[in-house]
T-cell receptor, first 114, second 115 residues
Framework: KQEVTQIPAALSVPEGENLVLNCSFT??????LQWFRQDPGKGLTSLLL?????REQTSGRLNASLDKSSGRSTLYIAASQPGDSATYLC?????????????FGSGTRLSIRP | EPEVTQTPSHQVTQMGQEVILRCVPI?????FYWYRQILGQKVEFLVS????????KSEIFDDQFSVERPDGSNFTLKIRSTKLEDSAMYFC?????????????FGDGTRLSIL
């Protein structure tokens, strides 16, 4: 059974710092991995999707990497801003389950101090 | 950009009552999903739906739950006899064919509170 773990559970950094959020998963047979952002009381916004054949994806100040063999992904945020404060969720689209569901981690709650 | 929309944003219901949560997926999507998030816990998969039938459901999705696409635009989740533990955020999502390259697009959720 696939388990997705995110460390740390919470992170607070001063504005302008670069930071890394970590995600690990127990079964490397995945279709893809997505990073989502969730603002309080809001839905899930997809930030980046990395296919299983890819190593990384970039969008603006965000860069996500994927190492399938070790079951790890990182989300790198450059030059953090207060508007980046949110919960970041990692989720895997599992290959051997029906290709129709996502398994989520519990998230990292990020706070950027002005 | 097209969005998944959910109504209502907040639903308060007495225990034992039936509740219907509504979703309008992105118009050209054919794959639909419901997830829930109990306060402080992970987002959990409930059910996926394609071609007017359930393609997969989790152990959470018991006989109290049902899904329906009553017309060409709406996708609904019905809980027949609500329990206190059904209180959660319920998210609808839709996607193009899940070939590994298509993200699921989520709505803003319905907060369901059971009294």
């Amino acid at each position: 059974k696939q388990e997705v773990t995110q460390i740390p559970a919470a992170l607070s950094v001063p504005e302008g710092e670069n930071l890394v959020l970590n995600c690990s998963f127990t079964d490397s047979a995945i279709y893809n991995l997505q990073w989502f952002r969730q603002d309080p009381g809001k839905g899930l916004t997809s930030l980046l999707l990395i296919q299983s054949s890819q190593r990384e994806q970039t969008s603006g100040r965000l860069n996500a990497s994927l190492d399938k063999s070790s079951g790890r992904s990182t989300l790198y945020i450059a030059a953090s801003q207060p508007g980046d404060s949110a919960t970041y969720l990692c989720a895997v689209f599992h290959l051997y389950s029906s290709a129709s569901k996502i398994i989520f981690g519990s998230g990292t709650r990020l706070s950027i101090r002005p | 950009e097209p969005e998944v929309t959910q109504t209502p944003s907040h639903q308060v219901t007495q225990m034992g009552q039936e509740v219907i949560l509504r979703c309008v997926p992105i118009s050209n999507h054919l794959y639909f999903y419901w997830y829930r998030q109990i306060l402080g816990q992970k987002v959990e998969f409930l059910v996926s739906f394609y071609n007017n039938e359930i393609s997969e459901k989790s152990e959470i999705f018991d006989d109290q739950f049902s899904v329906e696409r009553p017309d060409g635009s709406n996708f609904t989740l019905k809980i027949r006899s609500t329990k206190l533990e059904d209180s959660a955020m319920y998210f609808c999502a839709s996607s193009e064919p899940p070939d590994g390259n298509q993200p699921q697009h989520f709505g803003d959720g319905t907060r369901l509170s059971i009294l």
